[in-house]
């Protein structure tokens, strides 16, 4: 009789010790001779209680965790193999509240499959967007994302079936598709996830998207930071060769697609899609002038569709249930659902895959279950360095691009990074400025001089100097930010400053509530 | 012929080494720890893009690893670590050092 037990492979698993687990659990078994099969999968997301182990019994999956290698022998000794309740006992992995209350689309796999076995992803309805896209013209298939709301996951959340139907429709005999991975905002792994988790999701997604524009290439512009990714991403892009989901002749259709992993070298602004596309063509990673878009002068100076890593692993789902299935999820203009990072000071961090309108309350008190400190939560920062601080009375906002817009702030790629009481705002604002002028290309000039600008102009309030003038001063530069920059690094840097300045003016040593 | 080698080559290499954070130009040492210089600076007690007296370890800035859930992480070669403190950065420039 052997047991089947799962371990995840992910690297956040991974960085908390999953490997020495994994030796361990299998050492031991060897000792006892206890006869295990062990599956590596993805993580489920839930990181606070990683390594997690699972266990596949009669009436489901069962979770133990967090396991250290100090619990090995206690976990044999009390039979966990067999599902039996006790030390680290989680109960069924299903019915596990944070993973209950989801609606996981795009991640349905993750954390369920072996990330690189291929009959894994087929059995659990890989490739069946694929499938159903081959016997579609590309026009239909452009028809079907555009159907469906989808719209851009990096950050920019521009629909996509509009961007495809420009590449679409500009003539070329050569087109690319470029995933943008280059993962770059702080408090975001759904990315990661991704590609370590589910890397054939994004591969399909890729092919479906070659379809439909009529581009034969792609590729993958990873970030530097994430060699376990590229390790996976390309033993996966050899197996779908070799299955022959990649080349010439995809599945007898006609249709010809292949791609690439290219690795970054470690540039925020690259995630910015001009900037990408230099890079990609081996220069300094400077953001080009739009016109012309990269959808008619892209790579090279062929029609490119840029699309981040989730925008692409969502669209065979979409293709697989249809757009109505995808765009009854979600509320108003924002369609679908959208995978959740939290971070920061929470008790319980992770992913959360949710439909839209889901309010920020719900997601830090419910889901994350309040501070890690246990202090009252000050702020979060949604949507990267470049998104605004939100205070309490801002988190019943519905998670909504155009609600979130009102409020100026931006729901970008989703991740949220909870601050308690204790954290100096005026401090995170001119840090917001110090990232900026490490970070800007150094194009254009409101983002160039104007970060560093930006925190003389800090230092100068909070040391009590002209503080009135100074505060015009600080407002004027963000508004000089927001509309002069080329792109959305100097664009958005004044969202966290000036949100900060709004909601905390007394960090800055400024006594008046402003709004 | 020295200066023309260095405004051909070198300096574009160099100001390369500025854009990107990953195109490595002095590592002379065998392991690199990327991390935020805070707590890494400390234990190393070497600045950004400096080797540690023995010559075993540089210190590499890096921003976001992709581990925020489980912060503060620090990366050793390629291997990611999260949850770190400053006791287990130390057991880890022990560990690779006795390697």
Not at chain 2, 52 to 62: A, C, Q, R, Y
Request: with cysteine.
């Amino acid at each position: 009789m052997t047991y089947k037990i799962y371990i995840p492979i992910d690297s956040t698993a991974l960085s908390l010790g999953a490997n020495d687990v994994f030796y361990a659990i299998t050492a031991e078994a060897k000792k006892r001779k206890i006869d295990l099969t062990v599956i590596r999968n993805g993580s489920r997301g839930l990181f606070w209680l990683e390594p997690l182990v699972e266990v596949e019994t009669k009436s489901g999956r069962v979770a133990f965790g967090p396991v250290t290698t100090n619990d090995i022998e206690k976990l044999f000794d009390q039979e966990f193999y067999l599902g039996k309740e006790g030390a680290l006992f989680l109960g069924l992995t299903d019915d596990l509240h944070w993973l209950k209350n989801q609606e996981r689309l795009t991640f349905a796999r993750v954390g369920i499959t072996d990330p690189l076995d291929i009959n894994d992803y087929e059995k659990h309805a890989g490739f069946n967007g694929l499938r159903k896209a081959i016997e579609l013209e590309p026009q239909l298939i452009v028809n079907e994302v555009t159907d469906s709301g989808l719209r851009g996951r990096g950050g920019a959340a521009f629909p996509t079936g509009i961007k495809w139907q420009t590449v679409l429709n500009t003539p070329s005999k050569t087109k690319y598709i470029v995933c943008n991975a280059d993962e770059g905002d702080s408090g975001t792994f759904s990315d990661r996830m991704i590609m370590e988790n589910d890397p054939f999701v994004l591969i399909e997604g890729m092919i479906i998207a070659g379809m439909a524009v009529g581009a034969e290439y792609g590729y993958i512009y990873l970030r530097s930071e994430y060699p376990d990714a590229q390790e996976v991403l390309n033993k996966a892009i050899n197996i779908a060769k070799e299955k022959g989901f990649l080349g010439n002749n995809i599945l007898s259709s006609g249709y010809n697609f292949d791609l690439e992993v290219t690795r970054a070298a470690g540039a925020y602004i690259c995630g910015e899609e001009t900037s990408l596309l230099e890079s990609l063509e081996g220069k300094r990673g400077m953001v080009r002038y739009k016109p012309p878009l990269p959808a008619i002068e892209g790579l090279y100076g062929k029609p490119t569709a840029v699309n981040n890593v989730i925008t692409l692993a969502t669209v065979p789902i979409i293709m697989d249930k249809g757009a109505s299935f995808y765009a009854d999820f979600g509320m108003g203009r924002s369609k679908g659902t959208l995978p959740i990072q939290l971070a920061g000071n929470l008790k319980q961090t992770g992913l959360i895959e949710k439909a839209f309108g889901i309010s920020l309350r719900e997601l830090l008190y419910d889901f994350g279950g309040g501070s890690f400190t246990g202090n009252p939560i000050k702020a979060v920062q949604v949507g990267g360095p470049l998104g605004a601080f939100l205070p309490d009375g801002q988190f019943d906002t519905p998670l909504d691009y155009e609600k979130f817009s009102e409020i100026n702030a931006v729901v970008g790629h989703g991740g949220i990074v909870a601050f308690d009481d204790t954290t100096d705002m005026a401090k995170m604002a001119r840090y917001s400025f110090e990232f900026c002028a490490i970070e800007s290309c150094g194009k254009c000039t409101p983002c160039r001089i104007g970060s560093t600008r930006g925190m003389e102009v800090i230092d100068k309030i909070k040391g009590g100097i002209d503080q009135d003038k100074n505060e015009k001063l600080l407002r004027d530069l963000g508004e000089t930010m927001v509309n002069g920059s080329l792109c959305a690094m100097g664009g958005m840097t004044p969202f966290p400053v000036i949100s900060a300045l709004n909601f905390f003016p007394k960090d800055f040593g400024l006594e008046k509530k402003k709004v | 012929m020295g200066s023309l080698l260095f405004t051909i080559i070198l300096e574009p290499a160099l100001q390369e080494r500025i854009f990107y954070r990953f195109v490595a130009l002095n590592h002379v040492s065998r392991w690199v720890l990327k991390a935020l210089k805070t707590t890494a600076k400390k234990v190393l007690g070497v600045d950004y893009h400096e080797t540690s007296k023995d010559g075993v370890i540089t210190l590499e800035p890096v921003y976001c690893l992709g581990n925020c859930a489980c912060s503060p992480s620090v990366m050793m070669n390629d291997k990611v670590i999260g949850r770190v403190t400053p006791e287990k950065i130390d057991n880890i420039i022990k560990a690779v050092k006795q390697s």
